[in-house]
């Protein structure tokens, strides 16, 4: 069940390849031995219409790894090394690039075809 939401400086998406970031982000996770499959994971990008942070330049891209409860902190960990990895890959040039790990807890409820 792992999301990926990437919250990002506005204009982000004219100078880098953010699909390329979302299939990279994706692939990754998916690999991941304790995700059950890439039907399990979702990526995606917003830009911030407005921001501020404390580095140059002016830009950032912070990852919201979203888990089911269950994972140690070790699994975490690992899976947000590797989320960071990816957005230095994609975004080496960017001034701050970071990863949050946020538990869902139950309910969580979806519907696919």
Do not use: W
């Not at 040039?93 to 139950?106: A, C, E, K, T």
């Amino acid at each position: 069940m792992p999301h990926i939401v990437i919250e990002h400086s506005a204009g982000l998406e004219h100078s880098h390849d953010l699909q390329a970031l979302c299939d990279a982000l994706f692939e990754t996770v998916a690999a991941h031995p304790s995700v059950s499959g890439p039907q399990a994971v979702r990526a995606r990008c917003f830009a911030a219409t407005a921001a501020r942070v404390g580095v140059a330049p002016q830009t950032f891209a912070h990852a919201a790894l979203y888990l089911l409860p269950g994972r140690d902190e070790a699994t975490q960990t690992e899976m947000a090394r590797q989320v960071l990895d990816v957005l230095d890959a994609h975004l080496p040039d960017i001034g701050s690039l970071s990863v949050r790990v946020q538990d869902l807890n139950p309910p969580y409820l979806k519907r696919t075809l």
